[in-house]
């Protein structure tokens, strides 16, 4: 199964907005609304962020918030801070126990 | 403290075989489905099996017939045996907890190196 398709970079400034798009197909995304992101620091354990396309856990400030539209989820960051600064991955169940992740965006912080 | 903690990575030569392990604390660890995910240098993520909280185990196609997932409930414990160890099994490997189709805590992972 392909991996869903995410842009291999993004940027902002401080305070400004980012949105990362992910990009499946019918059989994953477009099939389920169970996408998830993951914010990942190198070195650390990656953090759930957005799960069920739009749901935050808690404590995940509502900077983050989520998307579907078709096949394509996004995450935007909201009021960009230095922290946000890492690798984000989405994820989507594609049936069968299965899922699918993303290539990964590493944001930048201008 | 709700943590997961992976062990067991290292150099190994192709072929060969490594253990890893993984400490749950701070949760019901008996209550939850668990997975083995791993990174590939530059790549992305990928699953490569699971394991249900009644000990039903599952595989990816890149792994079956050559790496094995258990679980020790009462150590609060999920293993990986991997034998037959390829290059293309370099990678940091997660420990992760499954719950209601999302992944909701890692571990920060442990580097298998396979090269001779």
């Known amino acids: 199964q392909s991996a869903l398709t995410q842009p291999p970079s993004a940027s902002g400034s401080p305070a400004q907005s980012v949105t990362i798009s992910c990009t499946g197909t019918s059989s994953d995304i477009g099939s389920y609304n169970y996408v998830s992101w993951y914010q990942h620091h190198p070195g650390k354990a990656p953090k759930l962020l957005i799960y069920d396309v739009t749901k935050r856990p808690s404590g995940v400030p509502d900077r983050f918030s989520g998307s579907k539209s078709g096949n394509t989820a996004s995450l935007t960051v909201s009021g960009l801070q230095a922290e946000d600064e890492a690798d984000y991955y989405c994820?989507?169940?594609?049936?069968?126990?299965?899922?699918?992740f993303g290539t990964g965006t590493r944001v930048t912080v201008l | 403290q709700v943590q997961l903690v992976e062990s067991g990575g290292g150099l190994v030569k192709p072929g060969g075989s490594l253990r890893l392990s993984c400490a749950a604390s701070g949760f019901k660890f008996s209550d939850f489905y668990m997975r083995w995910i791993r990174q590939a240098p530059g790549k992305g993520l990928e699953w490569i099996s699971y394991i249900t909280s009644d000990r039903t185990t599952f595989y990816g196609d890149s792994v079956k017939g050559r790496f094995s997932i258990s679980r020790d409930n009462a150590k609060k414990s999920l293993y990986l045996q991997m034998d037959s160890l390829r290059a293309e099994d370099t990678a940091v490997y997660y420990c992760v907890r499954e719950y209601f189709y999302r992944f909701d805590l890692w571990g920060q992972g442990t580097l298998v190196t396979v090269s001779s």
């Open positions: 994820s989507s169940f594609a049936g069968n126990s299965n899922y699918v």
